[in-house]
């Protein structure tokens, strides 16, 4: 359901200020402790973000894409650990359910995603599959009305907080492609379900990620999303369609919040005597960045507004992810390089950012899977 224009600027204005008056001031603690505080997440559940994109059925906002866009685009401004907490509830945590889930799968857990009483995470990666995600060997056997899952899924965001975890498992052993792949709804708990210690990462502190291990895990068979065999893989695609657009949205907010943050430095370091933004050497890298954010900021528009109408998005959700995690990787070098040694130092805050930043060009699909989404469309719909 769309807001009126003025509910929904009350929104983002709400988001903007949470963001400068109660996240940009924690950000150096978390990423020093690796710890977001509960209070935080608190009031996180306060102002509606775990559930941004659940429908209102179900205690959600309900937002559509173009909302939930300008929204990611006001969170993306703090560090991406921050949104990483709710961020799978809005994307890949809740929309396979959103998605293609039963009604009795929605009544059951959408309102407490919606509310973020419980986490949602993903599991779709393993060791030995990554971007050939159809391959995944985790098994799922079916026993009287259970499915028995075995199996490793490697490097999921929230796992160690989450309270459901949807599945990719191979349904049907006869064959080893994308076709055999159920998506399963397995909640926190269940015997059998097993976390991995949460493993160091180069940045994005705060948001942790680790294994799911499943040893003769019994789930019933009625958590198979939408109930049907062998149209997980396809469910995961669709999710993560969706999520790639949310992630180019917070990789453009990201992007915007280092420009500012670099120009700010900018015009109080003073070298040669005057502001070092008087050089046209330093404004050539401004004026990219900002080209750069202008340019990722109508892609994610454009293809949020073909998604409420119910149009494929999956090249220009592609697309989007592509050209935005790109090119926050580009503004984020540039603020570094415009920083200079103060870039390079942990105090300044540049260096945490640079650092966060690199994620964004792998997880939901690296650059180089956009790259064959987009081509493979394009040469398809050709001649
Ligand atoms: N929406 C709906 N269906 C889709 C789809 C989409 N976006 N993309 C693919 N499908 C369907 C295809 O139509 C095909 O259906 P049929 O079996 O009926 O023909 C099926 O899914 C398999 O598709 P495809 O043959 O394209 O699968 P591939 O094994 O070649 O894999 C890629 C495709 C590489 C695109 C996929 O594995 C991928 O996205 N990899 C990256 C995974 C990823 O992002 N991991 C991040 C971890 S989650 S944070």
Known sequence: ????SDT????????????????????????????????IISEMRDLGLFG?????SYGGLGLNMREEIEVALAIGQAAPAFRSIFGTNVGIGSQAIVIDGTESQKGKYLPELASGEIIG??????PGSGSDAGSLTTTATKEGDSYILNGTKRYITNAPLAGLYTVMARTDQNTKTARGVSAFLVEAGTPGLLIGKPEKKMGQQGAPVADVVFE???????NIIGGVENLGFKTAMKVLDKGRLHIAAVCTGLAGRILRDTVLYAKERFQFGQAIADFQLVQAMIADSETDIYAAKCMVRDAAIDRDAGL?????????????????????????????????IADYGMEQLYR?????????????????????DVIRTTG
Not at 216 to 222: K, S
């Open 356 to 376: 966060d930043a690199r994620l964004f060009r792998i997880y939901e699909g690296t650059s180089q899977i956009q790259q064959l989404i987009i081509a493979k």
């Open 312 to 344: 494929d998005i999956t090249r220009k959700a592609s697309c989007s992810k592509l050209f935005a995690s790109e090119m926050l990787g580009r503004v984020a070098d540039r603020g570094v390089q415009i920083l200079g040694g103060a870039g390079y």
């Open 121 to 126: 995470s993903f599991c779709l990666t393993e």
């Open 216 to 222: 003769n895990c019994r789930v019933p068979a009625e």
């Open 1 to 4: 359901m769309a807001l009126d």
């Open 8 to 39: 929904l600027k009350q929104l983002i204005d709400t988001v903007d200020r949470f963001v400068h008056e109660r996240l940009l001031p924690m950000e150096a603690e978390v990423a020093e402790t690796d710890i977001l505080p509960a209070s």
């Open 52 to 56: 941004l994109s659940i429908p209102e």
